[in-house]
């Protein structure tokens, strides 16, 4: 056991889903050419001042809300100033004395065990633009292009606690803040679009110590595995520098996915922001009575749909976690469930199948074709016997790719299930003749060699033949 124990906080961007940027009217659509979605406003040029979006407010005030924070009712912004080449105007407006949504949790499951993780705050920003670097990595580029489409899209920053003790724990913290935020409608929260981006503050100190060890913050992780990845490599590192005799200095930390590793990107002592109030937009002052009409606009959120699944439904506490994991996978089960209402079968073919298949090909459910009415209609063709659960994989997996209706893949493939004992009775007796020492063994009292000859008769029969109808009638011909 290691005599370290880490220390984590985890600080995510998420972008909010406006139509408008935060001061000005640009577009926030993903993808546009770069530079193409700016304004004197947005690139900070002299003498532009902004107007804050409304909607910024709401939905800042929903995630907060969805993360169990309390909500100012006056807050204001400031400005952060520091220079970056992806930030003309040399300084960023955040709110860093007063956030509008503080003191919230999230609770975690990992290994069985429920932990709860703190939030410190959620404050709204605006986002820098990109630097757009020309290798493979920051560390490895020759030289870097800046697109301001970025600039001045609206975030909120949630900064947690430094509750987090591995790298797993971090993921299951980051899935769960990303469920909320998806289910309270507040992001599209895409890793891989930069709706959704987090840094990782770590640090180690002895077990049994509680004064913090030198932390250092690591970006550029595009996906939870890497977070995971690059944290648990982190800790790794500074365990084996205090092991050595060395000390962990205070910097910023590039994870590099090829590798492996963190790197060194720059020293971090002592920031100075020199941030003060931005004198130029107004404070945000919200009533009561409005925060309670956002709360009550909340839809239900990932925790109570799974306590719903387990208690209306009788799933496993599990299986209910695994599809309430996304919204989307949550609204396919429903929408499948009211056409099929056996919820352990719907579930076992969602985090059988579907799960299956869309990890194979690295799939969100959105870009597959297979619909939650086309699963009901293959779950009603196994249960009317049509088709065996065996042939039933093989043509769920036609209607993910193609989007085909069941019935018409059954047809057209000549799939169903073959119940006729007439049609079985020779590939029966073939497989009987083919295989006398399972017959003997069978006939000697070792009754679990059945199973290896039903398993022939439906490899003879690509998988249709009723396996009831098979073992019945091979129990017969065997003399029991």
Known sequence: MSRYEAVIGLEVHVELKTDTKIFCGCSTEFGKEPNTQVCPVCLGLPGSTGVLNKKVVELATRAGLALNCEIGTYTWFDRKNYYYPDLPKGYQISQVFRPIAYNGYLDIDVDGEKKRINITRAHIEEDPGKLVHSGGSITSSRYSYVDYNRSGMPLIEIVSEPDIRSGAEAK???????????????????????????????????VGTTTLGTKTEIKNMNSFRAVQRAIEYEVERQIDVLEDGGKVVQETRGWDENKGITVSMRNKENPDYRCFIEHELPPIELTEEWIEEVRASIPELPDARRRRLVEEHGLPDYDAGVITSSLALAEFFDAALKEFPDAKTVSNWIMGELLRLLNARNMELGES?????????????IKKGTISNKIGKEVFEVMFEEGKDPEQIVKERGLSQISDQGQLAQIIDEVIAKNPKSVADYQSGKKQAIGFLVGQVMKATRGQANPGVVNSMLREKLGE
Not at 195 to 205: G, I, K, P
Not at 369 to 381: D, F, N, V, Y
């Open 172 to 206: 299951a913290y980051l899935e769960k803040l990303k469920a909320h935020l998806e289910y309270a409608g507040v992001s599209d929260v895409k890793m891989e679009q930069g709706s959704l981006r987090c840094d990782a503050n770590v640090s180690v100190r002895p």
């Open 369 to 381: 074709r297979i619909t939650p009415g086309g699963l009901a209609s293959l779950l009603q063709l």
